[in-house]
């Protein structure tokens, strides 16, 4: 059972353009909402990040934006560029503080035609 | 910077071998982590550890164990490896902390070939 659901599972975007990876989940109890992005033959690193009280969080050309309600999460790349091609994980925490452990999506694979 | 180091990149090993993974981060990180990561499953905890002598199973820890006898160094122990234990491994670190934002930092992974 698949606690975050992360879709879609591949996005091909034209440079320039905007890319939108969408996560939701059920658990009401997550705290912390990160997005992972990795590059081949690399670990995951974290991008950015948000807590349930703040709607969107902006970093550069990256965006969460956070909807309580529906138990969504998305993450929005601006302008998107060559560079940021790579797997994206979103992910949620769960647990108490010293025994947090994470939930991770499937992952998508973005790739930005040049 | 924040470096988790794991022993091997690649390995390749038998079915019914033992197999052991390394994990060292050098941040003085109370809490570590062991996942796989497998195409269309994203990464799976399969344990973790808070402290020394410390472990908590993750979601799939089947097959599985892990010590951690130093604050640096976590290792994951594959008991009689089996061919659906082919993956890639990731560990990660992480400090303790109340709010904050508790960033994993990962390693670069081991990717087991198990025949």
């Known amino acids: 059972q698949q606690q975050v659901k992360q879709s879609p599972q591949s996005l091909i975007v034209q440079k320039g353009g905007i890319s939108i990876i969408n996560c939701a989940y059920e658990?009401?109890?997550?705290?912390?909402f990160p997005w992972y992005q990795q590059f081949p033959g690399k670990g995951p690193a974290l991008l950015i990040a948000i807590r349930p009280d703040v709607s969107e969080k902006k970093e550069g050309r990256f965006t969460i934006s956070f909807n309580k309600s529906a138990k969504q999460f998305s993450l929005h790349i601006m302008d998107s560029q060559p560079g940021d091609s790579a797997t994206y994980f979103c992910?949620?925490?769960?647990?108490?503080?010293?025994?947090?452990?994470?939930?991770f999506g499937t992952g998508t694979r973005l790739k930005v035609l040049a | 910077d924040v470096k988790v180091t794991q022993s091997s990149r690649y390995l390749v090993k038998r079915t019914g071998e033992k197999v052991f993974l390394e994990c060292v981060q050098d941040?003085?990180?109370?809490?570590m982590f062991w996942y796989r990561q497998d195409p269309g499953l994203g990464l799976r905890l399969i344990y973790f550890?808070?402290?020394?002598?410390?472990?908590e199973k993750g979601d799939i820890p089947e097959g599985y164990s892990v010590s951690r006898e130093k604050k640096e160094r976590f290792s994951l122990i594959l008991e009689s490896a089996s061919t659906n234990q082919t993956s890639m491994y990731l560990c990660a670190s992480s400090k303790i902390g109340t709010g904050g934002g508790h960033t994993q930092y990962f390693g670069p992974g081991t990717r087991l070939t198990v025949l």
């Open positions: 992910a949620a925490r769960e647990g108490t503080s010293g025994t947090y452990k994470y939930i």
């Open positions: 941040m003085d990180h109370e809490n």
């Open positions: 550890s808070y402290d020394v002598k410390m472990k």
């Open positions: 658990n009401t109890a997550f705290d912390y």
